[in-house]
Structures are given as C-alpha cells and as structure tokens.
C-alpha cells in the first residue's frame, strides 16, 4: 500500500518523465495499479521505481504502455475488423436464430462496442444485435454513453461511416447516431470480480487483460469462456494470446479468434 504522499511524489515523477498526468486516475485505481507496475519493474519502493524511470527505457515505455489505460480507437487494427466481418460473423450468424448476443468487455470510451455496432448495421440481412459494454471505469462509461468525439479520435472510421453514423456537433466534436446507442447497454462492470448473468455469440476482449497479472488473465479467460454459447467466438487483442486455450474449451480459429466447443 502506497502512502498518498507516495502517490504524490509519483504523480509528479512520471508527468516530468512520461508527460502522463495521473491526476486523472481516481487514489484507489493508482493504489491498485502502481504496486503492480513497480514490482514489474523489480523496484521494492517508490524511489527504487523512479531511479529506474530515469535510468532505464524499457521501465519508461512498460509505464506509459500500462498505464495508458484507456487508450483505444474506432476499428482498432482495421485488417482485424474485416476478420470479423468476412469470416466470423458470417459463421456466428449461421448458428444464431433470433438475436445476436455481443459482449465489449473493456469498452473504455466505447470506440470498440460503437465500432461493432457499425460492422452489424452494414451487414446485409442481419439479424438483430445487443452489446452488452462494460469497463471497470466509471469515467470511460460515463464518456461512452455520451458518444461525443472529437474529428482526431476518429481518424480510422471511413468518411462514408461518418456521414452515415455521426452528427456534427458543437466545438468540432461529432455525436454517435441514436440508431447506434438504441443497441448497446453501457455499464460499469469489474471483469475480475463482478457477475455475468448471460450468454454472448461474440465475446470482445481487446487489449484489457494486457494489464493483468496471470492469475488474473486466468481468471478473466474463463469468465469470457463460460459467458460464451457454444460455438461462440472469443476476440482478444493483438499483444494477447491464449497459452493453452483447451484448457478453457476454446481453440484456435485465425489470429485472435478462439472458438467455443465445436
Ligand atoms: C487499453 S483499454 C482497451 C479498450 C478497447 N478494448 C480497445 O481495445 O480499444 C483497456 C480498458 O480496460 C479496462 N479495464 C481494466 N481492468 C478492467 C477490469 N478488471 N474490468 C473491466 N475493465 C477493465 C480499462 O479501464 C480500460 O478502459
């Protein structure tokens, strides 16, 4: 446990070195989080850690990686996005019926679940979709429900998308169409410790559990596998990948997607 006055000195140490302004992070998420990093790094007190910001890069850039935490995007790694829409979905939609099940886990702003709800509209004959967005951050929910963004973060969405899909707004700022948030139910969610009372076709979790350590990412993995149906797929971010995902009745599909049972 970190003494406020720690956090403090560490607050000013990494806006000097990183230009990362930790005022942001509520006490109790840097409690939870700096302990962590700084045992990474091998330093057993704050001073330790910050004699190794200064002198080794590697702690810098393992900082600014980890503690980016909210950092996200609109189609986040595109070439992905068409896995999802060319071979995934087509075989998801084969073994769904009535409605499509989605679940963001890790939503942040909601650039993910938004970015989904898109690909979904703009498939011929769908069937109907729910996405459930979820993110241990009551600021990042708060800011995806509202869906207001500016011109920059959407520097991925295809200008057709954002005619189609956004509304200008006061300030430069562009506003996600109602038809996009009627589909999504944001809500703050704990993936290490909280329910998860249904079942999902599509379980999204994308550079989420980068941040755990492995008895977490255990933990995490098998919430998203019991919270998939049979058949469902599992996307992940591309830094993670699943050891032994047997283990968890998944396997290997194509890069970052794992499939439930069969
Ligand atoms: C780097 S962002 C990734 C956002 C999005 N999935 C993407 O790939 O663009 C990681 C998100 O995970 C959230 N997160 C971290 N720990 C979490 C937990 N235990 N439960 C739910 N969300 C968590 C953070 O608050 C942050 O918004």
Same mark, same amino acid.
């Given at each position: 446990?970190?003494?406020?006055?720690?956090?403090?000195?560490?607050?000013?140490?990494?806006?000097?070195?990183?230009?990362?302004?930790?005022?942001?992070?509520?006490?109790?998420q840097?409690?939870r989080?700096?302990?962590?990093?700084?045992?990474?790094?091998?330093?057993?007190?704050?001073?330790?850690?910050?004699?190794?910001?200064?002198?080794?890069?590697?702690?810098?850039?393992?900082?600014?990686?980890?503690?980016?935490i909210n950092?996200?995007?609109?189609?986040?790694?595109?070439?992905?996005?068409?896995?999802?829409?060319?071979?995934?979905? &087509?075989?998801?939609?084969?073994?769904?019926?009535?409605?499509?099940?989605?679940?963001?886990a890790g939503c942040s702003?909601?650039?993910?679940?938004?970015?989904?709800?898109?690909?979904?509209?703009?498939?011929?004959?769908?069937? &109907?979709?729910?996405?459930?967005?979820t993110d241990i951050d009551e600021d990042a929910i708060?800011?995806?429900?509202?869906?207001?963004?500016?011109?920059?973060?959407?520097?991925?969405? &295809?200008?057709?998308?954002?005619?189609?899909?956004?509304?200008?707004?006061?300030?430069?700022?562009?506003?996600?169409?109602?038809?996009?948030?009627?589909?999504?139910?944001?809500?703050k969610h704990d993936l290490l410790r909280d329910?998860?009372?249904?079942?999902?076709?599509?379980?999204?979790?994308?550079?989420v559990?980068?941040y755990?350590?492995?008895?977490?990412?255990?933990?995490?993995?098998?919430?998203?596998?019991?919270?998939?149906?049979?058949?469902?797929?599992?996307?992940?971010?591309?830094?993670?990948?699943?050891?032994?995902?047997?283990?968890?009745?998944?396997?290997?599909?194509?890069?970052?997607?794992?499939?439930?049972?069969?």
């Amino acid at each position: 446990m970190l003494s406020r006055e720690e956090i403090q000195y560490l607050r000013n140490k990494v806006l000097e070195k990183a230009g990362i302004d930790l005022s942001y992070y509520k006490e109790n998420q840097l409690q939870r989080r700096l302990p962590f990093i700084m045992s990474r790094a091998g330093a057993k007190s704050v001073e330790e850690y910050v004699k190794l910001l200064d002198e080794n890069p590697q702690v810098l850039e393992d900082f600014k990686n980890r503690f980016a935490i909210n950092v996200s995007e609109f189609f986040r790694n595109p070439e992905r996005y068409e896995d999802l829409k060319n071979k995934v979905l &087509p075989e998801i939609m084969k073994g769904t019926s009535l409605i499509l099940k989605i679940w963001s886990a890790g939503c942040s702003v909601g650039s993910e679940p938004y970015s989904l709800a898109i690909v979904l509209e703009e498939i011929p004959h769908r069937i &109907p979709y729910r996405i459930w967005a979820t993110d241990i951050d009551e600021d990042a929910i708060e800011k995806a429900k509202e869906g207001v963004y500016t011109e920059d973060f959407l520097h991925n969405v &295809p200008a057709s998308y954002l005619a189609k899909y956004f509304q200008p707004v006061s300030g430069g700022k562009y506003a996600v169409a109602p038809q996009l948030k009627k589909r999504i139910v944001f809500e703050k969610h704990d993936l290490l410790r909280d329910e998860v009372k249904e079942t999902f076709s599509l379980v999204v979790c994308r550079n989420v559990i980068i941040y755990f350590e492995n008895e977490a990412k255990r933990i995490a993995f098998e919430k998203m596998s019991n919270a998939l149906q049979d058949g469902g797929y599992l996307w992940v971010g591309s830094t993670e990948r699943i050891t032994d995902p047997s283990s968890l009745g998944l396997h290997y599909v194509l890069p970052f997607f794992y499939r439930k049972g069969r």
